[in-house]
């Protein structure tokens, strides 16, 4: 059955980094095209990123744009998302999600920006 495990998540100060890993199993991972999603506290889940099936082409939330990267490995079926330049409103549970017939989510991985 399909699975996504994130991982990477912590407590990061405004400015820091940190980088997301999404491990993907049960699918053809190399197939699909996949995405990144958040939820704060009290709001709504929210697209981030999303990235093809070769990683050659990607796109973006428009309040992370020139912040965050997704890329691939489909040899390790991996997904990850660099997170640079981060700020508080940043704070909050960050999911991968594939849709293969149905939508897929992992668990998350908690993401906590503050000073």
Known sequence: QVQL???GGGLVQPGG???LSCAASGFDFSRWPMRWFRQAPGKEREFVATITTTGSSTDYAASVK???TISRDNAE?????QMNSLK???TAVYYC???VERSY???GT???VSS
């Open 88 to 90: 508080p409103e940043n």
């Open 77 to 81: 079926n991996t997904m990850y998302l």
């Open 17 to 19: 980094s940190l980088r």
């Open 5 to 7: 495990v994130e991982s």
């Open 110 to 112: 908690q993401v906590t």
């Open 97 to 99: 999600n594939v849709h």
């Open 66 to 68: 020139g912040r965050f």
């Open 105 to 107: 989510w992992g668990q």
